[in-house]
Each structure stands twice: as C-alpha cells, then as structure tokens.
C-alpha cells in the first residue's frame, strides 16, 4: 500500500520554529532519496530539502540554513526542521520521493502559515 502522511503543520511567528514529520510506506521509503516539497497560494510546488538514504543532502538556496531535513529508515520517517521562519515559508508541505512524484502521488500535505 502506498502511502504518505505529513503532520506538524501549524500557525507561526515570523523567527518561529516547527518540525514536520512524514510517515512513509516501506515501499516507498526504502533506498529512496526522501524530499520536502511546498506549494504556496499561486505558486508552482517546489522541492526545498531532499535526502538519499545514506544521507547525503540537497536544499533550496530559499532554505539553506534555515531548513533542516532527517530521516529515520528504521521508521520510515522523514523530518524537516525549520527555523527562522519567514512569510514566504507559507504554503502547502509535502514529503515525497521522485518516482512518486512522476506517477503524480501526493499525501495530503501539512499547512504552514507564518505571520510577519
């Protein structure tokens, strides 16, 4: 059964923090590279963060030092800390995988909203 679920979305300050977390299929998950992707109001979706699964990273210039992307393969979980949250962080989260996204599967996504 394939499956994504994001949770850990809220309502933040602009310099807040908030994790997200992503519980994802074994079939999907394992040996996957893992990625954060986001889709603001009026806005194309975006990859932000993504991890291999030996854990090499990659993340959007918009995030890098900001952003922080884990993974837990023994859960099939991947996390995305961010910090420092600005306005333009709002939108629509998404953890996926690129074959996913090629087949066009998306969880339902995590809303986060940050106030100035």
């Known amino acids: 059964q394939v499956q994504l679920v994001e949770s850990g979305g809220g309502l933040v300050q602009a310099g807040g923090s908030l994790t997200l977390s992503c519980v994802a299929s074994e079939s999907i998950f394992r040996r996957n590279l893992m990625g954060w992707y986001r889709q603001a109001p009026g806005k194309q979706r975006e990859l932000v963060a993504s991890?291999?699964?030996?854990?090499?990273?990659n993340y959007a210039d918009s995030v890098k030092g900001r952003f922080t992307i884990s993974r837990d393969n023994a859960k099939n979980m991947v996390f995305l800390q961010m910090n420092n949250l600005k306005p333009e962080d709002t939108a629509v989260y998404y953890c996926?995988?690129?074959?996913?996204?090629?087949?066009?599967?998306w969880g339902q996504g995590t809303q986060v909203t940050v106030s100035s």
């Open positions: 996926n995988t690129p074959t996913q996204v090629t087949i066009g599967y």
């Open positions: 991890m291999t699964s030996g854990g090499t990273t």
